[in-house]
Nanobody, 120 residues
């Protein structure tokens, strides 16, 4: 059974940084695409950043220049470095691993979510 285990969330002041990690098991990680989503209270889950199996990255406009997604295929892990955090970045962050790139669909494998809280 595929498992995605997230870590790295927490409480940080505005302007600070956090690094999220998501370790995958039981899949051929290097052939899959990875993404980070987030969901704030009362809002829909939204796509934050993606990285393909080939290393191409994309970001939501709201996080461009502040967040960096990366992957370490040797460790089956995808990361999300979050800098210059803002209050509106507060959400539960979920990692996702999938074979395709239809990121508007809620398919693939999901982590359990990790809370990021940014204090103003």
């Amino acid at each position: 059974q595929v498992q995605l285990v997230e870590s790295g969330g927490g409480l940080v002041q505005a302007g600070g940084s956090l690094r999220l990690s998501c370790a995958a098991s039981s899949i051929i990680f290097r052939f899959n695409n990875c993404g980070w989503y987030r969901q704030a209270p009362g809002k829909q889950r939204e796509l934050v950043a993606t990285v393909t199996s080939g290393g191409s990255t994309n970001y939501a406009d709201s996080v461009k220049g502040r967040f960096t997604i990366s992957r370490d295929n040797a460790k089956n892990t995808v990361f999300l470095q979050m800098d210059s955090l803002k209050y509106e970045d507060t959400a539960v962050y979920y990692c996702n691993v999938r074979g395709g790139t239809s990121w508007l669909t809620m398919s693939g494998y999901w982590g359990q979510g990790t809370q990021v809280t940014v204090s103003s």
